[in-house]
């Protein structure tokens, strides 16, 4: 899949020498069930990474670490300098610079796309509603669905409502994005339009992680590829050299599979 704006995309993007998340030595477990073994890994501001890897291998509930979905039990995890501990206030923090998008939109079907889009930042960030509306569309302009505002998210296709969600996302102005496969639950046709406005967001410098299959972005929007099994981090590489070039046997029967 490679397309003209992916090509653009990756020549413009910069990667600071600041870090936006550390991870050291991270355990998780779900009960008896060792989840994520000891995890370590670095992220500058302004990296967009790529976490793929086969279903179970604990993509998602890496990512819904970072966040503080979910709860790691030991090693430590900073997020743009905050460590998440089981402190609230460090929580609260973390959650309002990191935003999340999923693979199932969810998006309030009894409001309307504008109001999906100014309900957190009116209630949670207390924003006085014309401000936040103001926001909310531009956000809504951005993803190229501003005639959508006042529809209900049933009205619209999948790609526009998880378009919608991505908005949503900015609309509370994160410092890093994080998407866990936002676009596995999407008809073929409606791919495109959401990679597209991941890449737009790359270009502007966020800093993204991605747990997703589309290897095509990857190879174009990705500085690095992070290769997991088995709750492990296996591999990791430029984009360039982890497909090229794969070193563990792991990563090569995956990259058999789905290339
Ligand atoms: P991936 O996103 O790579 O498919 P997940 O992080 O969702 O993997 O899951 C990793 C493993 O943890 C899987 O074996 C899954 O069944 C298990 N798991 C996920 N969530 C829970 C949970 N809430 N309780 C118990 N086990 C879970
Ligand atoms: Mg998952």
């Not at 990296?47 to 990512?63: A, N, Q, Y």
């Not at 046709?189 to 991605?210: N, P, R, S, W, Y």
Request: hydrophobic share 40%.
């Amino acid at each position: 899949m490679e397309s003209a704006p992916m090509a653009e995309a990756q020549k413009q993007m910069k990667i600071s020498d600041e870090v936006a998340i550390e991870i050291r030595g991270m355990n998780k477990w779900y009960g008896q069930f060792h989840v994520l073994r000891d995890i370590n890994m670095t992220v500058q501001k302004g990296e967009r990474i790529v976490i793929c890897g086969p279903s179970g291998s604990g993509k998602s509930t890496l990512i819904r670490c970072i966040n503080r979905l979910e709860e790691h039990q030991s090693g430590q995890i900073v997020v743009d300098g905050t460590e998440l501990t089981s402190d609230l206030k460090n929580i609260d923090k973390v959650r309002s610079e990191v935003g999340m998008v999923f693979q199932h939109f969810n998006l309030f079907p009894h409001l309307t796309i504008l109001e999906n889009c100014t309900l957190a930042p009116i209630w949670v960030r207390k924003i006085p509603k014309r401000e936040a509306e103001e926001t909310a569309m531009h956000f809504l302009r951005k993803v190229k669905i501003p005639e959508q505002a006042h529809k209900y998210p049933g009205q619209l296709s999948g790609g526009q409502q998880q378009r919608v969600a991505i908005a949503r996302s900015l609309c509370m102005k994160p410092r890093i994005m994080l998407f866990d496969e936002p676009t596995s639950a999407l008809d073929p046709e409606m791919i495109k339009e959401v990679l597209d406005t991941m890449i737009a967001l790359a270009e502007e410098g966020m800093t993204m992680l991605c747990v997703t299959h589309e290897m095509g972005f990857a190879q174009a929007v990705a500085n690095r590829v992070i290769f997991m099994d088995q709750g492990q981090i296996v591999e990791q590489n430029a984009p360039k050299e982890f497909f090229s070039n794969p070193q563990s046997e792991r990563t090569k029967l995956f990259l058999s599979q789905i290339l």
